[in-house]
């Protein structure tokens, strides 16, 4: 079965460094989480992560997957599928019953919330890693690994105390091993070859500047926005020149609807020394060329805009003076005409009409 393992993962993993593989490691997670309010009543989540790639959903009333990728069966049959369900189900409700029986020995006090996360690994050329983690209010609690419970170190007596407990459940124990260690490996790898064709697409991203709120008085805070992009893992770096620019300040890699990632840099800068700072961007879809945008950019096209807008302004002003002046030129001849034609008219009457010229 590894021999077997191995020889596919190869084949997926195949040109793992070019645009068309697979990153490794790759791993499928489990992750179930329970909030216990009091003794009878609890609330619980769970979902399936390939990477960083949801792949399925949980009825937590039933323990059936909700499949949210038409791959997302892997190469299973419904059968097979049926079996790891109740499989993962019921070592979940014990798992949820242990915690219950063992609130008042650990000391554990309402409400508070467990988080299982369970899966494996796969490593080209290497045996696939198992592992079972369990977290008590967010802090690791104990570890399985090699059909043997381990306390964590922040989980201090109430780990050791866990861990005393559960490593007396052999049965359970070897189950547990087999399961992580051999029939999460096969699936992942039926999830690889099913969804090859949506886990190697290469989508690239956009990317823009902008200015954020000014963190103070002659200062900026450029912004280097880039979406859009897929797979997730990308490079973004405020420069000068060749000069990484160590101040930058990383977002987090925010999730698009589509399946895409979004993420933000920003660089605080005194605004005199703004020039000549570029966004580089570095993803697997764009075949190897990095993508460069420079801060002037935004500030070329404002100069071009005044430069158009500036003397345009200043045409029409000048437009306007002279058909001032134009109007002025016209208005004085009628009026002297007017005064010799009739002595006694004032300058200051009435035009002339055309027809009494």
Request: net charge negative; hydrophobic share 40%.
């Amino acid at each position: 079965m590894l021999f077997l393992q191995l020889v596919l993962l190869a084949v997926l993993l195949a040109g793992g460094d070019s645009e068309d593989g697979f990153q490794e490691p790759i791993s499928l997670r489990i992750i179930l989480t329970s909030s216990f309010y009091n003794h009878f009543r609890t609330q619980n989540m769970g979902s399936a992560w390939l990477d960083e790639l949801q792949t399925h959903g949980w009825d937590n009333k039933t323990g059936a997957f909700i499949f949210l990728w038409p791959w997302s069966r892997g190469n299973w049959s419904t059968e097979q599928l049926r079996k790891l369900e109740k499989l993962l189900y019921t070592y979940y409700i014990g798992l949820r019953q242990v915690f219950q029986d063992h609130v008042r020995h650990w000391q554990l006090e309402y409400p508070f919330q467990v988080q299982l996360s369970e899966g494996c690994e796969l490593h080209f050329g290497e045996a696939s890693v198992g592992f079972v983690r369990i977290a008590y209010q967010g802090a690791d609690l104990v570890s399985f690994q090699n059909l043997t419970w381990w306390p964590s170190p922040e989980g201090g007596s109430r780990a050791q105390e866990v861990c005393k407990l559960f490593n007396q459940y052999h049965v359970f124990n070897e189950g547990l091993h087999t399961l992580f260690s051999d029939s999460c490996p096969q699936f992942l790898l039926s999830l690889l070859d099913a969804g090859k064709a949506d886990l190697q697409r290469q989508v690239r991203p956009e990317a823009w500047l902008s200015a954020g709120p000014s963190p103070g008085p002659g200062h900026l805070l450029l912004v280097c926005h880039v979406s859009g992009f897929y797979p997730k893992p990308v490079w973004v770096m405020w420069m000068r020149g060749e000069q990484e620019q160590q101040d930058t300040q990383r977002g987090d890699v925010l999730p698009h609807a589509d399946g895409t990632w979004y993420l933000q840099m920003s660089l605080d800068v005194k605004a005199t020394e703004a020039a000549g700072l570029s966004c580089r961007v570095r993803h697997s879809s764009l075949g190897g060329q990095d993508m460069v945008l420079y801060w002037e950019q935004p500030h070329s096209t404002g100069l071009v805009f005044l430069a158009v807008i500036v003397p345009v302004v200043l045409l029409a002003g000048l437009a306007l003076w002279l058909w001032k002046r134009w109007k002025t030129h016209w208005r004085c001849p009628c009026t002297d005409l007017r005064s010799e034609r009739d002595p006694s008219s004032p300058a200051s009457s009435t035009y002339l009409n055309p027809a009494q010229w």
